[in-house]
């Protein structure tokens, strides 16, 4: 029996291809489940924590509300599954990427608008079109707006105009 690392599974040693085909059936099922995991997380955690919804609330519920938000990583790690969802004509990754340019953490504000400006450069026309649309329904107005909104909408516009 061979182990390529400590925390992998274990390989079989002579070629039995009933055991490599078990293992990367084994390793085809872990990666779906994380890919469905990774790409189910916008709309598990919901628009409440990228609108940064922090309304007063008992010591137990906010409590719960700290517990239950994501993490800067995951976030991060949302924003390019989207990114590279959206890059493959994903319409609705596209939109959900426009929401975490609200988000309370600039890191994550900046990956989200340079998954936009990548989309806008690079990206399919169908992401490029829903991912405008969304942004200008929910521009709350130049006053209000962030600049990585303002620079998502500039870098959309100007492919759409091109």
């Known amino acids: 029996m061979v182990i390529a690392r400590g925390d ?15 293992l990367k059936e084994r390793f085809r099922q872990g990666l779906e489940e994380h890919a469905k995991a990774v790409l189910s997380l916008p709309a598990d955690l919901g628009i409440q924590w990228t609108l940064g919804d922090c309304t007063e ?5 906010s409590e719960r509300v700290v517990a239950d938000e994501p993490s800067l990583d995951v976030r991060l790690a949302a924003c390019q ?5 959206a890059m493959g004509g994903a319409s609705d990754a596209a939109r959900s990427i426009t929401e975490l340019l609200v988000d309370g953490s600039q ?15 690079c990206g399919p026309l169908s992401a490029v079109n829903a991912a405008s649309v969304a942004l200008g329904l929910s521009d709350p107005g130049l006053r209000w707006r962030g600049h990585e909104q303002s620079l998502a ?8 105009r091109a």
């Open 57 to 61: 609330r008992s010591a137990s519920g």
């Open 81 to 85: 599954a989207l990114a590279e969802e």
């Open 107 to 121: 890191e994550v504000r900046r990956a989200a608008l340079e998954a936009l400006v990548c989309i806008a450069e």
């Open 153 to 160: 909408i500039a870098a959309l516009a100007a492919r759409l």
């Open 8 to 22: 992998c599974i274990s390989l079989p040693a002579h070629g039995s291809s009933a055991g490599l085909l078990e």
